[in-house]
């Protein structure tokens, strides 16, 4: 059974720049949520998908925008880079179907925005 | 009033004490309840799970009010390796079981 995986772990991008972060959900999961949590502080809900569709949305201005594909593998796409969006950025999946046991989080990327 | 509530800490222990720490919620909806420890830039891990009035696993023990709403986290004996920071973590069930988080407490435990 594959865990969450993330690439890439690190990245360096330019105020004003467009970023993608990738996500490989866990084996059996259908459901993958973002988070972002920057230092020193707890994770902040970004937006989650199931079946291919955002079901659900945290405190985020639209230029955050995501994807899920058919393997329900996802995507985080940030547009117009801001200093602040420099953070650690999760992503979790999980089953809808049956009972919640909790997520399996990814080792995260690490954006930083110069 | 935050969502999720938790002492920052830090708290600084002696190896072999106990310590507990608790938690705050406001959705009052939520049925199961985690606690996720997280290693300094990490991800964090489940830790325990709270579905009833409480869970216990070895050292630890977590524990739910729902009355007061709240959840506590108590581990005993502690070792070096506990160090880190705990997070409390609560399912919205009407959002899609979305987490929402603490801003976690660290927990030093010192030789």
């Known amino acids: 059974e594959t865990g969450v995986t993330q690439s890439p772990t690190h990245l360096i991008k330019t105020r004003g720049q467009q970023v993608t972060l990738r996500c490989s959900s866990q084996s059996g999961h259908n459901t993958v949520s973002w988070y972002q949590q920057a230092l020193g502080q707890g994770p902040q809900f970004i937006f989650q998908y199931y079946r291919e569709e955002e079901n659900g949305r945290g405190n985020f201005p639209p230029r955050f925008s995501g994807l899920q594909f058919p393997n329900y593998s996802s995507e985080l796409n940030v547009n117009a880079l801001e200093l602040d969006d420099s953070a650690l950025y999760l992503c979790a999946s999980s089953t809808r179907d049956g009972n919640f046991y909790g997520y399996t989080f990814g080792s995260g990327t690490r954006l930083t925005v110069v | 009033r935050k969502e999720v509530e938790q002492d920052p800490g830090p708290f600084n222990v002696p190896e072999g004490a106990t310590v507990a720490f608790n938690c705050t919620y406001s959705n009052s909806a939520s049925q199961s309840f985690f606690w996720y420890r997280q290693d300094c830039r990490k991800e964090p891990k489940l830790l325990m799970s709270v579905y009833s009035s409480g869970n216990e696993d070895g050292r630890f023990t977590a524990q739910l009010n729902r009355a007061s709403q709240y959840i506590s986290l108590l581990i005993r004996d502690s070792k070096l390796s506990d160090s880190a920071t705990y997070l409390c973590?609560?399912?919205?069930?009407?959002?899609?079981?979305?987490?929402?988080f603490g801003g976690g407490t660290r927990l030093m435990v010192k030789p």
């Open positions: 973590v609560v399912p919205d069930p009407f959002a899609g079981n979305m987490l929402t």
